[in-house]
């Protein structure tokens, strides 16, 4: 399109560079890290879009069958291809120490031949990835944290607590969202800037600068089905949404759900909104669903850049020390005023009495 030769929007490196003219002692790895991933990002993008074309739907298959990864959960072939892409794309340049990914079970260490660099990253390469087959949005989400500093003197291999960083120690994160366009959204603790792919160019293209989001919101996300084993807080939060005009709230509510959280992060982060996926009594061993290193705290990052707020639900995502690679846990984010309202209802005293008929007895949430 002759648009792309007019536009004077900022390339992710010119943004980058500008970025780092901030900080004039910065030895460059951390811009050339990000554009390493957004590289991976421009390839997965590519096999996403090729689709069946290019044998890319179902399931991966290894010598022994249908794959799992260390979740328990089936692989997907572009869920392999995503952490292969993800994985060879930021190995080579000496910015990293060591990576860690939700398809790997262990963290993942740079081979002898390439340097060793200062920095982590964790990925989740293909978030929502069930969804593939049936062609709905999906992403990659990243964190970018400082590696210990005794990793970086010594070179040493890393270990799993290298990565027990709290995402307040976030140096960047963002996501890329396969959707309609191709989508990367970063923060390098400076606000949340988005940028479109530019399919002509191959250039990410600052198309949405300083994202910010509303702090109220009439629309609610949280897979319904979950609902009998919801704690007391969610279903009165979500109970009061239901009620809408007629009950406590005073006003009508949407929902949604498409269980991609990088597709329903990017709704909040477009329109506002609260996404939840809170801690639950479905399966006494996993706390929550979503796991911490490598979905909440980086989107967690990008939503309280963005003025937005990310929560447990009993307290702020980015203050929650990791004690494992995949741990799992309750998440609550999107526009404030409603993350602070769950926040409240979770420090306040249960109430019994739940109104709305969809929650009474032998209701349509309830066992
Ligand atoms: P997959 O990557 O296995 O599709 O999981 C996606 C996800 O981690 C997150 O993106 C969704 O919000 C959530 O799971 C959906 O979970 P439910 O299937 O329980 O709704």
Same mark, same amino acid.
């Given at each position: ?16 560079? @500008? ?12 811009? $050339? ?8 990002? =421009? ?18 298959? +290894?010598? +022994? ?11 997907? =072939? ?14 080579? %340049?000496?910015?990293? %120490?060591?990576?860690?990914? @939700? ?33 709905? +949005? ?14 970086? #003197? ?7 607590? #290298? ?7 976030? !140096? ?26 530019? *399919? ?8 949405? *600068? !300083? ?7 009439? @629309?609610?996300?949280?897979? %319904? +089905?979950?609902?009998?084993? &919801?704690? $007391? *807080? ?22 949604? &759900? ?5 597709? @329903? ?37 990008? !939503? ?13 995502? !980015? ?49």
């Amino acid at each position: 399109m002759p648009l792309t030769i007019r536009s004077n929007r900022s390339t992710l490196t010119q943004f980058l560079i @500008e970025e780092r003219r901030r900080h004039p002692s910065a030895s460059g790895d951390f811009n $050339a890290l990000v554009l390493d991933v957004a590289l991976a990002c =421009k390839g997965i993008a590519k096999a996403v879009a090729y689709g069946e074309l290019a044998g890319m739907t179902g399931n991966h298959a +290894s010598e +022994s069958g249908a794959s799992v990864n260390v979740q328990g959960e089936t692989q997907k =072939k572009l869920d392999v291809l995503s952490n292969e892409v993800f994985m060879r794309r930021t190995e080579w %340049a000496g910015n990293l %120490a060591g990576m860690a990914s @939700e398809e790997m079970d262990s963290p993942y260490q740079i081979p002898a031949q390439f340097p060793r660099g200062k920095y982590l990253i964790v990925f989740d390469p293909l978030d929502g990835s069930s969804n593939i087959d049936v062609n709905v +949005s999906v992403g990659s989400i990243f964190s970018i944290l400082r590696a210990p500093q005794d990793v970086i #003197d010594s070179g040493r291999d890393v270990v799993d607590a #290298d990565f027990f960083q709290p995402g307040a120690k976030q !140096m960047a994160a963002g996501y890329a969202l396969y959707g309609p366009t191709t989508m990367l959204v970063l923060t390098v603790g400076t606000g949340v800037n988005g940028f479109t792919l530019d *399919p002509t160019l191959g250039e990410f293209m600052l198309t949405h *600068p !300083m994202m910010q989001i509303p702090a109220d919101t009439q @629309e609610f996300a949280i897979n %319904a +089905s979950n609902a009998r084993f &919801w704690e $007391a *807080p969610v279903k009165r939060y979500v109970d009061e949404c239901l009620a809408g005009k007629t009950g406590a709230r005073g006003k009508d509510f949407n929902m949604r &759900w498409i269980a991609s959280m990088v597709a @329903e992060a990017h709704r909040i982060l477009m329109r506002g909104g609260v996404f939840m996926y809170p801690r639950d009594t479905k399966d006494p061993s996993k706390p929550g669903r979503l796991r911490l290193l490598y979905e909440a705290n980086p989107v967690g990052m990008i !939503m309280e850049q963005a003025g937005g707020r990310a929560s447990t639900g009993e307290m702020p995502m !980015m203050n929650v020390q990791p004690t494992s690679l995949h741990q799992r846990i309750g998440f609550v984010f999107g526009s404030k005023n409603e993350v602070e309202r769950i926040e409240r209802y979770h420090r306040e005293p249960v109430q019994v009495e739940l109104t709305n008929p969809l929650f009474a007895e032998r209701s349509l949430f309830r066992d």
